[in-house]
C-alpha cells in the first residue's frame, strides 16, 4: 500500500516536472488537493471580500465616468470571485462548503481588505497599489500546475488588465488637481503602501508551505521575488505623478539593479491576520448578514425549480 | 435551520463569432434553465466576448478517465495513412 | 414654455430616471442573494448609468449654456430632479427590488419602443439603443418575480407585499404635462396615456403567473412632474453629490 503511495507521488511529481497540466480527474496527492483548495478559495474569498471596501464608494463617486469605472471593476472582482470558486469546486469542494468555512475563519482572505477605504483616493491607491500588487502574484500564477486555476487565472488577468490602469489615473488626476487632492493623494498613498506589500506574505524565510508548492509547481515565484517585482514598478510610477513612497530607507541599489526598502511592520501583520485589523469583524459581518439575507431567495429558486420539475414528470 | 444552496453548478459555453466553435468558457450556479443562460449572459459576455451561449448542467458531463487515456487515445496514434501528408503525390500535380 | 424648453425638460426627466434607479441598483453591489445576481444587477445598473449619461448629455446641448451630463447630475438639488418618485424609493429586499423592475421595466419596454420613433433624432437613437437594455431587464425581472412568487410561502409573501407597497407609484409613469404636450405636436415625446393599457396588460398576466394579486385601484402618489419627491431623493443626492459640492474647484 505505501508502496502503491510512492509510485503514484512519484508518477505524480514526474508529470509536474515534465510541465504537464494537472486536470480535475487526474491522481494528485492529497496534500496537492489541499494546499490547492485553501490557496484557491483563500483566493476567491480575497475577490469576494474585496469588493466591500470599493464598494464603500460607489454611492460617492464623484462623476458618471468614475462611476461606471469603479462599478464595472468591482463587478469584475466578484466575477473572478466566481471563477475562482468555480475552480476549487472541480476538486469535488462545493461553494457551500467554502463560503461555510470563511464564515468560521477556517478559511482566510487577503489581509489588506481589512484596512478601510477612507477617501476617494483610496479608490485610486486600492486600483493602483492593491491590483497593482495582485496582478504580480496573479500573472505568475497563469502557469501554474493545476489546469482550472490556470485557466480561470488567464482570463482574470485578461480582465484585470484595466483595474490598475483605472487607479493610476485617480492617483495621477488628483496629484494634477487641487492642494486639497494632492494631499488626499499623498494620505491614501501613505496608509495603503505598506499593507500592499504585506499582500505578498512573510519573507521567503519564514514562509510555510512554500516547499511543497515550488515542487508540485502550484506556486512559481517566491514571495519576496514578487515583492520585489512590484516596488520596482511602482516607485516609478509614483515618482512620475509626485507622490511620495513613505519610507525612508527605499533606495536604489546600484549593485543589484533593484530599490532596497525598509523592514515591514511584521507585528501589524500578523495581528491583522489574527483578527484584529481596522476592519476585519465589519468585513465578515458584511458577507454573513448578505449571505443570509439572500437564504430566502435561494430557497425560493430552488423550489420553484423543484416545482418545475415535478410539473414536467408528472 | 434548513441546509443552506447556491444553486446547481452549470457549463458554460460560449461562440465567440458566428460560424465559430463553443468553446468552454468556465461555470455559473443557476437553479433554472433560464436562469442558467442569463447568469452565463451576466458572467461571461461582459466585453462582447459571445453571439451564442450554452448551458449544461455540470451534472450531465461524462468525463473521460485519465487512467482510460491509454486505451482511448495511444491506438489512434499510429494510424497515420488518416492523414494527407502520409500520401506521395507525383511531381507536378496542382490543386491536390 | 418654448420647444427648446420642454424638450431640456422632456430629457432631464428621462436622464434622472435612469441615474436615479441606477443609483438604487448600484447599492446592491456585494449585497446580492449570491454572487452572479450581484453581477446582474450591476451589468443593469451600468446600463441605467450609460442612458444617464446620454440622455443628460442631450439635455446640456438643448440647454445651450455649456452644462455637461456631471454639471447636471452633481449639482442640482432635489427640487431640480424631475425622476419618477418610484426609482428613488429605498431597495427594500430582493422581492421588493425585482418587482420595481418589473413596473419599471414593463413601462419601459412600450415606452422606448415609441421612443426610437421620436422625430427627435438623438432622442430617437438613445431609445433604440435603449430599448435592447430594457427587453434584457425586463426579461431578468419577469422571471425573478414568477420564480418567487411561485417559490415558496415567504417568497410569495414577500412579492405580494412588494406589488401591494409598489402600486401607488405606478400612475406617475403614465402621467402627462405641458412638456408632453408641446412636444407631442412635433412627434418629439411619446404618448405615455397609451401605454397604460398594454403595461396593465402584461403586468397583469405576469403577476398570474406567480400567483400574486393585483392590488386594487386606489390612491396613484404624485409629484415628481413639479419636482416634488419622498424624502429618500435628498439623501440619494447628498450622498452621490457630496465630493462635487464638497471641493467645487476640484475635478475628478
Known amino acids: ?314 | ?96 | 414654455m418654448t420647444q427648446q424648453q420642454a424638450l431640456y425638460k422632456y430629457s432631464l426627466r428621462l436622464g434622472d430616471n435612469a441615474l436615479i434607479l441606477s443609483a438604487r441598483l448600484s447599492e446592491w453591489c456585494s449585497n446580492a442573494p449570491f454572487l452572479e445576481e450581484d453581477l446582474a444587477l450591476t451589468n443593469m445598473a451600468l446600463d441605467l448609468i450609460g442612458r444617464a449619461q446620454a440622455m443628460l448629455k442631450y439635455a446640456g446641448e438643448v440647454d445651450g449654456n455649456g452644462k455637461t451630463e456631471d454639471d447636471l447630475a452633481y449639482r442640482r438639488s432635489e427640487r431640480e430632479y424631475y425622476n419618477n418618485l418610484i426609482m428613488e424609493l429605498p431597495n427594500g429586499d430582493f422581492a421588493y427590488t425585482m418587482v420595481r423592475q418589473l413596473f419599471v421595466s414593463t413601462f419601459e419596454l412600450f415606452f422606448f419602443e415609441e421612443l426610437q420613433k421620436s422625430t427627435d433624432a438623438t432622442l430617437a437613437a438613445i431609445g433604440a439603443k435603449t430599448l435592447k437594455e430594457v427587453k434584457y431587464h425586463h426579461l431578468h425581472a419577469k422571471d425573478w418575480v414568477i420564480r418567487l412568487g411561485d417559490g415558496t410561502a415567504e417568497s410569495n409573501r414577500r412579492v405580494q407585499q412588494a406589488v401591494n407597497q409598489l402600486w401607488m407609484y405606478t400612475g406617475e409613469l403614465f402621467e402627462m404635462d405641458g412638456t408632453d404636450a408641446l412636444l407631442m405636436k412635433d412627434g418629439i415625446a411619446v404618448n405615455a396615456e397609451h401605454l397604460k393599457m398594454g403595461w396593465i396588460q402584461m403586468v397583469t398576466q405576469i403577476l398570474a403567473l406567480a400567483n400574486i394579486e393585483l392590488p386594487a385601484d386606489g390612491y396613484m402618489q404624485t409629484g415628481s412632474r413639479m419636482g416634488i419627491h419622498t424624502e429618500h431623493l435628498g439623501h440619494i443626492l447628498s450622498e452621490m453629490q457630496y465630493l462635487q459640492r464638497a471641493y467645487p474647484d476640484a475635478t475628478w
Open chain 1, 1 to 314: 500500500m505505501e508502496q502503491a503511495q510512492e509510485t503514484l507521488l512519484r508518477e505524480f511529481e514526474e508529470k509536474i516536472e515534465c510541465g504537464f497540466a494537472i486536470e480535475p480527474k487526474d491522481k494528485m496527492p492529497a496534500g496537492y488537493r489541499k494546499h490547492l483548495v485553501r490557496q484557491m478559495s483563500q483566493h476567491a474569498h480575497s475577490e469576494v471580500i474585496g469588493m466591500q471596501p470599493e464598494g464603500n464608494w460607489v454611492t460617492r463617486a464623484p462623476s458618471l465616468r468614475a462611476k461606471q469605472i469603479l462599478l464595472a471593476k468591482i463587478q469584475d472582482e466578484g466575477g473572478h470571485g466566481l471563477y475562482l470558486y468555480s475552480a476549487a469546486e472541480t476538486l469535488g469542494v462545493s461553494r457551500d462548503e467554502l463560503i461555510e468555512q470563511l464564515h468560521t475563519g477556517k478559511a482566510k482572505y487577503s489581509n489588506i481588505f481589512n484596512y478601510p477605504a477612507l477617501s476617494w483616493a483610496d479608490i485610486g491607491a486600492i486600483g493602483w497599489l492593491v491590483d497593482g500588487a495582485a496582478i504580480v502574484n496573479q500573472v505568475s500564477l497563469q502557469r501554474t500546475s493545476y489546469g482550472p486555476y490556470s485557466r480561470a487565472m488567464v482570463r482574470i488577468c485578461k480582465e484585470e488588465s484595466f483595474h490598475q490602469r483605472q487607479g493610476y489615473e485617480i492617483m495621477a488626476k488628483m496629484m494634477a488637481g487641487t492642494a486639497d487632492q494632492k494631499a488626499m493623494a499623498q494620505d491614501a498613498m501613505n496608509r495603503w503602501w505598506w499593507p500592499s506589500l504585506m499582500m505578498f506574505g512573510p519573507h521567503d524565510s519564514d514562509s510555510p508551505h512554500t516547499g511543497d508548492a515550488f515542487r508540485w509547481k502550484i506556486k512559481r515565484h517566491s514571495n519576496d521575488e514578487l515583492r520585489q517585482k512590484f516596488i520596482d514598478k511602482t516607485v516609478q510610477q509614483a515618482e512620475v505623478i509626485g507622490l511620495t513612497i513613505p519610507d525612508k530607507d527605499l533606495k536604489w541599489n546600484e549593485e543589484k539593479k533593484c530599490y532596497d526598502h525598509g523592514e515591514i511592520n511584521w507585528e501589524e501583520f500578523y495581528r491583522v491576520i489574527g483578527g484584529d485589523g481596522p476592519c476585519n469583524k465589519q468585513r465578515m459581518e458584511h458577507h454573513i448578514r448578505v449571505h443570509n439575507e439572500g437564504a430566502w431567495v435561494r430557497e425560493a429558486a430552488e423550489a420553484y425549480s423543484a416545482k418545475q420539475q415535478y410539473s414536467k414528470n408528472a
Open chain 2, 1 to 96: 435551520m434548513t441546509a443552506d444552496n447556491q444553486l446547481d453548478v452549470w457549463e458554460v459555453f460560449m461562440q465567440s463569432k458566428p460560424g465559430a466553435n463553443y468553446i468552454h468558457a468556465g461555470s455559473i450556479h443557476a437553479s433554472d434553465k433560464q436562469m442558467a443562460l442569463q447568469n452565463a449572459r451576466d458572467t461571461y459576455s461582459r466585453r462582447g466576448e459571445g453571439t451564442s451561449i450554452w448551458v449544461v448542467p455540470s451534472s450531465a458531463i461524462v468525463a473521460s478517465n485519465p487512467e482510460d487515456n491509454g486505451m482511448f487515445f495511444d491506438p489512434a496514434n499510429d494510424k497515420i495513412y488518416r492523414h494527407p501528408t502520409f500520401y506521395v503525390m507525383p511531381e507536378g500535380a496542382k490543386a491536390i
